[in-house]
């Protein structure tokens, strides 16, 4: 049996793995040993394994039959997006003209093609690739079409947008080296590709006679342009292999557009790279880990299985490989590739049918494996030991459902949350057990979603929470344990600036902890707060952890404010709606209580984390606008590069909060003010005019103005209220806007990118400013929440919830 999954995980071990692998063998079901808390049923089954992908934006693609289901898993029974795959002509072997029908030389047998359209394979793209900056999504069918697809952000429907068709043309520069002895496969480099396929109908004739069977994004590569074939200034790439059911599997070059709209549509700009000869046979699965992020010389893992059995490996640091076959067993390879040096760590016989997907979990600690036996299972390694642990047998309910019967016949893929915690799995419903009434008309396979935050991560752990255990009569002690120590990895991952802000399964799990007792809640965020914002043990007190906090913002790191703010609304003031903590009222209607006391602390510390951020924005533009004060003008650079604007709101924000802000940030604003010329700036700047009556709206709050109403002879007219761009302050423009779904600000203009990198308040603003920051592409990112804007959707639509 030749290899149906694989996975790659990069690691650095501290010691060397053996052959000596050991394991406990304990079968059983996610039904039987895990808390399901949802359950939704699909109109179609899975006919392929890695049926389920999780996007880096938090979007959920189930490959079923002749649909793609995109389910939001933060409301997955609201709306759904949809790509149906249509019947279309198949390619045209063997065909007979009609005239030899009747010439009587051929054989009484009639052969026929299966032309129901079926959807083999689907894989997520890196943040950053679709015109809106989110994910796009490649399809992959049994007839070997590949297709690329954006979300419907501008077109208002539930049927996602093809935006690219994958054709032949001649390969570009390149190089991809084999390395190990994993099999026997020939690769052949691309410069000697190129000369086998100089012409384009050779190549076209390859990849045809190739049948697309399985389609992987890499990472995002960042590019010098040096290695750029299209003149952009620190373009980004990611690549798209595709497999074929000869063994070949060609290498699409995909970059990122180079500004972001949610008012039009882009076709991305795609070339191919070249053709791979990995395999003798079908390819069955596919690959890639990121490595290093040097322009100069970017490099990923690529990793690829065939139903030969063969398994090449593709990089040249270290990895853990995890592969599924055919067989049902799985192997576990230790690959230091550098030394070309590949240990064995052993063969498991886990299923009894074949292995239908892998995924690993918590960096590499964790393996979880399903198969066509309807069996769930997962391992850990440590050392050269691989054990199979249970499911948590208790987790946090989000909400039950019962709606969906327990009459499963195969798993066909599962995936793993962004931060790590929730499990999602795809599988076949026995159509023979189900009602033929309305079960069997409409349900024909099940998403199910499971807690995997209290996972055991430690075969010899006996720590235990800093909790009195009594109030959590239904969580064992090494459960919560386990529970704290994930959740605290889990928000530790996401302080390096290369992991996008997808926050929701930590979210989720707060509140559903949070709704039986906060207590845990609050000891897990002012540990991680002790730990990741102060950096030194103290009591565990939010009355004396809060205020040093917020003494500390200014020498935190912008990614570690956006966390906060994140925690902060989303979390410890749940309760509250976004516009009333927007706002700078007081006297907050909160519940009484536990919770009610600490919402005033909670409330202050967000307030000065957003204080915070807001100073580095404005101070910015400031420093921006002197250095280039030498100019005569300023020119607006190209779409989605940033350049100061709104510097007469910025002014008025300095004055009103005179008393809080620094001292640099009242000096800089003190000599954008006395410079006489603007450039393109007028002096009527600060005059701003309401949108609807053209009355004049004077600037109160960073946050909304309210117009003064047209004056006529029967007294003012109606008073507007307009939201003011949380970037520039200025007031948004009636066009799309983008839209931030933690703090509900708007934006009609980008932040600078240098904002979300900063690693404190800066000495000197004007230092660390230079005038090529002009020419950094803007990524639409919140600069409060950090999170990615998006446009925001009727409630009937899919949008994506990162948080």
């Not at 700078?584 to 005033?600: F, I, K």
């Not at 979300?756 to 929440?785: A, G, I, N, Q, R």
Request: aromatic content about 8%; glycine content about 6%.
């Amino acid at each position: 049996p030749g290899y149906s999954q694989i996975s790659l995980q990069t690691h650095k071990p501290t010691h060397s793995l053996t052959h000596n692998s050991q394991f406990t063998v304990q079968k059983f079901t996610t039904t039987a040993m895990a808390s399901r808390f949802q359950a939704i049923p699909l109109v179609a089954s899975p006919s392929y394994p890695n049926a389920v992908a999780w996007s880096d934006e938090n979007l959920i693609a189930v490959a079923s039959g002749h649909l793609v289901t995109i389910l939001n898993p933060a409301s997955p029974f609201g709306p759904r997006g949809l790509i149906s795959v249509p019947n279309s002509e198949p390619f045209p072997i063997g065909v007979i003209d009609r005239k030899d029908l009747f010439s009587g030389c051929l054989l009484p047998n009639c052969l026929s093609r299966d032309r129901q359209p079926c959807v083999r394979s689907v894989s997520w793209s890196p943040l950053g690739m679709a015109p809106n900056s989110g994910c796009l999504l490649a399809v992959c069918t049994a007839e070997g079409r590949v297709k690329l697809y954006r979300p419907p952000f501008c077109d208002f429907g539930a049927e996602w947008i093809e935006v690219y068709k994958l054709s032949s043309d001649k390969p570009e520069e390149g190089k991809l080296h084999h390395i190990g002895p994993l099999s026997k496969c020939k690769a052949k480099s691309l410069n000697k590709m190129q000369e086998n396929c100089t012409h384009p109908h050779k190549l076209r004739r390859s990849m045809l006679l190739a049948m697309r069977c399985y389609v992987a994004w890499s990472p995002l590569l960042q590019l010098s342009s040096k290695l750029c074939s299209i003149p952009q200034i620190g373009s980004s790439v990611s690549l798209l292999a595709v497999g074929g059911k000869s063994g070949k599997i060609s290498l699409w070059r995909i970059y990122v557009p180079e500004c972001y709209s949610i008012e039009h549509s882009r076709v991305p700009t795609a070339n191919i790279v070249g053709l791979l000869e990995a395999h003798n046979s079908w390819i069955t699965s596919i690959s890639w880990a990121f490595l290093t992020s040097d322009s100069s010389n970017p490099q990923v893992l690529l990793a690829t299985g065939s139903s030969d059995g063969s398994m090449p490996a593709k990089s040249l640091h270290k990895m853990l490989l995890a592969v599924g076959k055919g067989s049902g067993s799985f192997e576990l390879w230790n690959c230091d590739i550098s030394g070309r040096k590949f240990d064995k760590i052993g063969s498991f016989d886990a299923h009894y049918h074949a292995v239908t997907d892998l995924a690993w979990a918590f960096d590499g600690c964790s393996l979880y494996s399903c198969s066509q036996d309807n069996f769930v299972r997962c391992w850990i390694l440590r050392g050269s030991s691989l054990h199979e642990v249970p499911f948590p047998s208790n987790t946090p309910r989000l909400r039950s459902s019962t709606d969906v019967p327990d009459v499963f016949i195969s798993c066909m893929g599962l995936a793993v949350s962004p931060g790590n915690l929730v499990l999602v799995m795809v599988r076949n419903l026995d159509l023979e057990l189900l009602d033929s009434m309305y079960q069997k008309k409409a349900q024909k396979a099940v998403v199910e979603f499971f807690w995997i935050g209290g996972q055991q991560q430690d075969l010899l752990s006996k720590a235990s929470p800093l909790v009195d255990v009594v109030e959590f009569p239904a969580f064992p002690e090494k459960e919560l344990a386990y529970w704290e120590s994930n959740i605290l990895w889990s928000l530790k991952q996401y302080e390096h600036l290369d992991k996008p802000l997808v926050l929701w399964d930590i979210i989720a799990a707060l509140l559903a902890f949070k709704q039986t007792t906060s207590k845990f809640v609050e000891h897990i965020l002012l540990k991680w707060l002790l730990s990741s914002y102060i950096g030194y043990n103290m009591d565990l007190s939010a009355e004396k952890i809060l205020p040093l906090v917020s003494i500390r913002l200014s020498k935190i790191n912008s990614r570690k404010l956006h966390l906060l703010t994140i925690i902060c609304r989303r979390v410890m003031l749940s309760e509250l709606k976004a516009d009333q903590v927007n706002s700078e009222v007081q006297n907050l209607e909160v519940s009484h209580g536990a919770e009610g006391e600490q919402v005033p602390m909670w409330t202050e510390l967000l307030r000065c984390s957003e204080r915070e951020l807001r100073e580095r924005l404005v101070g910015f533009g400031f420093s921006a606008f002197l250095s280039l004060k030498s100019h005569s003008t300023i020119t607006a650079s190209r779409p989605g590069y940033w350049y100061p604007v709104g510097l007469a709101q910025l002014e008025h924000w300095v004055a009103l909060n005179h008393e809080r802000v620094q001292d640099q940030l009242k000096v800089l604003s003190s000599e954008v003010g006395r410079h006489e010329k603007r450039l393109e700036y007028s002096e009527h700047e600060a005059a701003e005019q309401c949108s609807y009556c053209s009355a004049s709206v004077p600037f109160e709050s960073p946050e909304v103005g309210f117009c003064r109403g047209v004056e006529s002879d029967s007294g003012t007219g109606q008073s507007h209220r307009l939201p003011r761009c949380a970037v520039s302050m200025q007031v948004c423009p009636t066009t799309p806007l983008w839209f931030c779904i933690c703090c509900n600000r708007w934006g009609s203009r980008l932040a600078p990118e240098t904002l979300f990198s900063m690693s404190e308040y800066p000495l000197d603003f004007k230092s660390s400013t230079e005038s090529s920051v002009l020419e950094v592409p803007s990524k639409p990112l919140c600069p409060f929440c950090g999170l990615l804007l998006q446009r925001r959707q009727p409630d009937f639509l899919l949008s994506a919830s990162p948080v």
